[in-house]
């Protein structure tokens, strides 16, 4: 089971760090995660991922150098550090779990968090 946490209101300019926990599941670092947005009225679209393997990060082109993706094996938990935030940002942010290679597609994922909102506004 995935646990997102740390989504809230944040003014343009600010930044934000998600976390992805997992719970009752002792083979955390055997997965890839991703980090998916869905925006108000637009499909759900993947952000940046990190592999199991050498932690290697891949993010969209709409966040890179802005958002910054890590993983801590030992907590069972996964991190997205997002800076200068842009009311573009705002959705509801998920992560998602997959024991193979990392990607920014959906469909590669099979296990999904509820998601937790972030609204990017002055």
């Known amino acids: 089971k995935l646990v997102e946490s740390g989504g809230g209101l944040v003014q343009p300019g600010g930044s934000l760090r998600l976390s992805c926990a997992a719970s009752?599941?002792?083979?955390?670092?055997?997965?890839?995660i991703g980090w998916f947005r869905q925006a108000p009225g637009k499909e759900r679209e993947g952000i940046s991922s990190i592999s199991s393997t050498d932690g290697a990060a891949d993010y969209a082109d709409s966040v890179r150098g802005r958002f910054t993706i890590s993983r801590d094996n030992a907590k069972s938990t996964a991190y997205l550090q997002m800076s200068n935030l842009q009311p573009e940002d705002t959705g509801v942010y998920y992560c998602?779990?997959?024991?193979?290679?990392?990607?920014?597609?959906?469909?590669?994922?099979?296990?999904w968090g509820q998601g937790t909102q972030v609204t990017v506004s002055s």
């Open positions: 998602a779990g997959v024991d193979h290679w990392a990607s920014l597609s959906q469909s590669d994922y099979d296990y």
């Open positions: 009752g599941d002792d083979t955390f670092a055997w997965y890839a």
